[in-house]
């Protein structure tokens, strides 16, 4: 067998491992475990503790790559948006936050409760806060947004913390808290132009 050929062969299960790893936090985040340490990622990926390490250098290092795991799911929700009229897209926008949000949540349940013991961690949520306004920036005219006290409702109605609050404090199931998002966000469009 050439070198060659073992080189890849262990790049090859080096990368499995790497992915088996990330599925494995992203499993038990979903599971509703929080933020697992690293002894329980290790175990759920059936990997040794010191391949966590090797492979991430730390935690912060493994919950970035998470996040950007995370991220690339929801690529296909950023397309560009179809509706003529920016209102229409400012709807579709919210259709799509919404569809993000209720596989998003339970990572920002476990961020929020990680966030002041990882700078990382702090970073990834602002970066899905600042990618989220922008997304919406780019759809509301800049004569809309100059009125501010109009667009921070809208902004707000539009975030990740509205339907956060609704599904977990308020115990609303996923349609009911998009029904009450869309509606407030129907009221806020109303007779703008």
Known sequence: MSDEVK???RRMRSQASRDRIIEAVLALIDEGHGIPGAEVIAARAGVGLRSVFRHFGDLDGLYIAML???GHRYTPLVRPYTGERWQAQVIESHERRMEMF???LPYRRAAEAYRYQSA???HGLEALDRMLRGRLEGIVPQGHRADRLWYEQLDLWMSLEAYGRLRDRQKLDHEAS???IRAAIETLLAGRD
């Open 120 to 122: 990382m961690m702090q």
């Open 178 to 180: 998009a029904r009450v």
């Open 102 to 104: 209720e596989g998003v």
């Open 68 to 70: 950007d795991r995370l």
């Open 7 to 9: 080189i890849d062969g």
